[in-house]
């Protein structure tokens, strides 16, 4: 079972107007502007995990400082939930501190978002222990949701869309916000590397992705995480269509790991979390035998 727990889709009429869009936020237009960078649809991502035997996806688009733009693109993601309900849960964007924001996330909530992010605190420039985000995390905490937030290394290369938002702030913000489920994206910046100290290792609400693993680490890295204990807290990320599935599974084919460990990565760690976000097959049939019934 391969699940991903951070794809990124747009609707049609953003993928074919990528420009115009661009200019109503810097962080979108910086990402429109990265080489090789590409924007796809929903039915694209069907289409890729098909292909590549990929099961299920948590979907979500670019937040947008322009609350009415990741509006759109949430109601798309549900759009697409509603389509496929056993393959397709949707994360809320948006930039917190927005005027709007927290309306916004009422709203995907109650049409079932199971949680919010990507949330981009260093490309919004806002603060994860400001105000905004204190009031997402306490609205997805009261709603036993998801938050995914990406925060990156503060080492090595640049790139674009590399901000200065790390492992630090990810620590305050994991210990300001016991029992609220948080996905550190892009190996949390490197926190689990910390997961010696039992203080980093206790965070049991938190999870890291691996997204862009292959562009930024080699695959001893799963090694590293698997002697640090901590394997159960890694989940597959691809941030599509950034790389193929394909390049996620080869690497942590080839890192040593177990057969079971690599399974716990590909999808079993995203299964505990995310699971219960997904509508069963039994529920499908029942609810497909209701609309005949209708
Ligand atoms: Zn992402």
Redesign the pocket.
Known sequence: MIIDC?A?ILPPEIVGDLASFAERDPHFSLLTRTKNARFLTGEDLIRDMDDQGVDRSIVCGFAFKDTGISRLQNDYCAELMRSYPERIAFLAVIDPEAPGALAEVERCLSMGACGVG?IFPAGHGFDLQGGGMKKVAGLCREAGAVVLI?VNELVGHCYPGKGDVGPLAAYRFAVDNPGLTTIF?HFGGGLPFYAAMPEVKDLGHVYYDN?AQPLLYRPSVYLALKDLGILDKIML?S?YPLLTWTRYVKEIASSGLREGEQEMILGRNAWIVFGKFFRSRAEGNRSQRQNTLD
């Open positions: 951070h990124h990507e990406h994206a997204a990320g941030d």
